[in-house]
C-alpha cells in the first residue's frame, strides 16, 4: 500500500468517527461536554480528512503512484466523508433533508454511471464542476458543522452545483455512445 491509498483508507476511517462526533452528544461518557466541543471535534476531523483528500491526489499524481485501487478508494473516501457529514447534520438538525437527499442521489446515479461506463471499458474521469462541487459541499460542511452563518447558503449553493455536475456527467457519458 502506498502512501496516497494510506491516506485514503485513513479517511475512511475518520469518517465514521467524525459522524460520531455530530450524533453521539448524548452518549453517557461525554454527555457533559458542552456542544460546541463536539463540534469543534467533528470539524477538526472533517479538516483532517479534507486535507488528507488534497493530498492523496497530489502526491498520487507527483510521485506517479496512481493505482487501480487508488482509483477505487479515493472516491469511497470522498462518499463516506460527504455522507458521514451530511447525514449527521441532518439528523442533527442543521442540514435539510431534501438537500442531503438531493446531494446523496446524484453521487448514487454518478457512481451508477461510473460502473456501468467501466463494465463498457469507458472511464467516467472527473471534470472540473465536479471538483468545484466537492469544495462547496466540503465548505458547507464545515460551515454546518461549525453552526456558522451562511451554512445553510452554502448547502443550498451546493446543492444546485451538485445537480448541475450530475447532469454534466449524464451528458459527458452519453455522449461516448
Given at each position: 500500500m502506498n502512501l496516497p491509498n494510506a491516506l485514503a483508507v485513513?479517511?475512511?476511517?475518520?469518517?465514521?468517527?467524525?459522524?460520531?462526533?455530530?450524533?453521539?452528544?448524548?452518549?453517557?461518557?461525554?454527555?457533559?461536554?458542552?456542544?460546541?466541543?463536539?463540534?469543534?471535534f467533528a470539524g477538526l476531523i472533517f479538516v483532517i480528512a479534507s486535507v488528507t483528500d488534497f493530498f492523496d491526489g497530489f502526491i498520487a499524481r507527483s510521485?506517479?503512484?496512481?493505482?487501480?485501487?487508488?482509483?477505487?478508494l479515493d472516491p469511497l473516501a470522498d462518499k463516506m466523508l460527504m455522507l458521514a457529514g451530511f447525514m449527521g447534520l441532518m439528523m442533527i438538525d442543521r442540514a435539510s433533508a431534501w438537500a442531503v437527499f438531493?446531494?446523496?442521489?446524484?453521487?448514487?446515479?454518478?457512481?451508477?454511471?461510473?460502473?456501468a461506463a467501466a463494465s463498457e471499458g469507458k472511464s467516467v474521469e472527473a471534470s472540473m464542476m465536479?471538483?468545484?462541487?466537492?469544495?462547496?459541499?466540503?465548505?458547507?460542511?464545515?460551515?454546518?458543522t461549525m453552526n456558522?452563518?451562511?451554512?445553510?447558503?452554502?448547502?443550498?449553493?451546493?446543492?444546485a452545483i451538485t445537480i448541475y455536475s450530475g447532469i454534466e456527467y449524464v451528458f459527458g457519458?452519453?455522449?461516448e455512445d
Open positions: 485513513f479517511r475512511i476511517l475518520l469518517a465514521p468517527l467524525m459522524l460520531w462526533f455530530l450524533i453521539g452528544r448524548d452518549d453517557g461518557l461525554f454527555s457533559h461536554w458542552h456542544s460546541s466541543w463536539w463540534d469543534y510521485w506517479n503512484q496512481m493505482t487501480n485501487l487508488g482509483a477505487i438531493l446531494i446523496l442521489s446524484r453521487e448514487f446515479l454518478i457512481t451508477g454511471l461510473r460502473v465536479g471538483k468545484i462541487k466537492t469544495v462547496v459541499q466540503m465548505f458547507a460542511i464545515g460551515f454546518l456558522f452563518s451562511g451554512g445553510v447558503i452554502l448547502l443550498w449553493i451546493a446543492v457519458y452519453l455522449k
